[in-house]
């Protein structure tokens, strides 16, 4: 029993650094793991990565992480891409042409004498009451609270930026397809059979101002760079003028060898600037850099472009078969990258870029497609 005794402080004592020992082991263990808050171990990031971790999350790991807003993009990836989402219109007839004043008000006209307008973007559109029933075609702000819109032997105006209309008195009956006005004074419509009405004087009166063409095809677009200088577009002519719309000369589009490209049938033409201007044809798309065209080289045909700034928006078809697409770009036009889309677009009559993201796509079955930030 002595013995015991005397032993029993020294394993007394050993059993406690052992156990102190065991604990400190065991804290040490606990501190480095992969979700102690640290950068330990062989961890590549705290708590991520080495051999120990699990991999640390990327802005390309294809997992919605981090703070990302959605996989891969939003918080401390890049910002994450607009989307395309259908938006209702309230009608199911043809929507032929969009115009936006400013990034908050538009409207949109359609077959049946339709008018929807839109005061948030494009997010929703009510429906206006017009005294027509004729299918409208084309719609234009001209400035001061002046809108003018175009249709099947009628033309309408608006003093009071949409609110009330009136319709104005012509010479001449055609389907009109298309507008350009400079203010409240000078303007003119074009439409079927070539013809060109112009006005200098609000549109008390009007002169005949077509082209001097044995076609009698349909003038569907219109677009002018100056208010001397524009451009008539229709089946595969495009007519030239330098006088605001007094006089017009049919011109051809030549690539850099001089040769002239030839197409059936353009849908659409778009001038950012004096020098550079898109022609939609049956072709492809057409950029012009100082009089001279160029083919963009996408897989697309007819349709209709617009711009906002160096935002771009297409919607047409692909070269081959009937399926419609979507091109956008962001550098004035020069580079085009075609855009996911949730259901086909078919039957596209009219696009609107209404800001750097913003875009509006219409078509035939009175449907609206709007692009916007996701969030």
């Not at 719609?139 to 209309?165: C, H, K, P």
């Not at 006089?247 to 002239?260: I, K, L, P, Q, Y």
Request: glycine share 10%; with cysteine; proline share 2%.
């Amino acid at each position: 029993m002595r013995v015991w005794n005397d032993v029993e402080p020294y394993f007394s004592t050993m059993n406690r650094w052992l156990i102190l020992l065991v604990a400190f082991t065991c804290i040490s263990c606990a501190r480095e793991s992969c979700d102690d808050g640290k950068l330990n171990q062989d961890e590549i990031r705290i708590d991520c990565g080495g051999a120990s971790c699990d991999l640390c999350p990327t802005c390309f790991d294809g997992i919605q992480n981090q703070d990302e807003l959605d996989t891969d993009c939003g918080g401390v990836c890049n910002a994450c891409p607009p989307i395309w989402v259908e938006v209702s219109s309230g009608v199911n007839v043809s929507l032929n042409s969009i115009a936006f004043e400013n990034e908050s008000d538009g409207f949109i006209v359609g077959d049946q004498g339709t008018l929807l307008a839109s005061s948030d973007g494009g997010k929703t559109w009510t429906k206006r009451a017009l005294s027509t029933t004729a299918d409208l075609n084309a719609i234009q702000f001209a400035g001061n609270n002046n809108v003018y819109l175009v249709g099947d032997r009628v033309l309408m105006e608006s003093t009071d930026g949409g609110t009330s209309w009136s319709e104005i008195s012509l010479p001449l009956q055609q389907n009109w397809k298309t507008l350009w006005f400079f203010g409240d004074e000078k303007g003119l419509i074009a439409g079927s059979d070539m013809t060109v009405l112009r006005t200098t004087d609000g549109g008390d009166s009007w002169l005949d101002r077509s082209p001097n063409s044995n076609s009698r095809n349909d003038i569907v677009s219109a677009h002018f760079t100056t208010s001397n200088s524009g451009y008539l577009v229709g089946n595969g002519s495009i007519y030239l003028t330098s006088s605001g719309g007094g006089f017009w000369v049919e011109t051809f589009a030549f690539d850099v060898g001089n040769s002239r490209i030839v197409f059936d049938e353009v849908t659409d033409v778009y001038f950012a600037n004096e020098n550079r201007g898109f022609l939609c044809t049956s072709v492809g798309i057409l950029v012009s850099e100082s009089s001279i065209w160029l083919d963009k080289n996408i897989p697309v045909r007819n349709g209709f472009i617009d711009m906002n700034g160096s935002a771009g928006l297409y919607a047409g078809l692909r070269q081959s078969g009937n399926e419609g697409v979507i091109y956008f770009s962001s550098d004035n036009g020069i580079i085009w990258k075609e855009e996911n889309f949730p259901s086909a677009v078919q039957g596209v009559t009219d696009v609107e870029q209404v800001d750097e993201v913003t875009g509006l796509i219409v078509n035939d079955e009175g449907r609206i497609f709007l692009r916007q930030n996701p969030f």
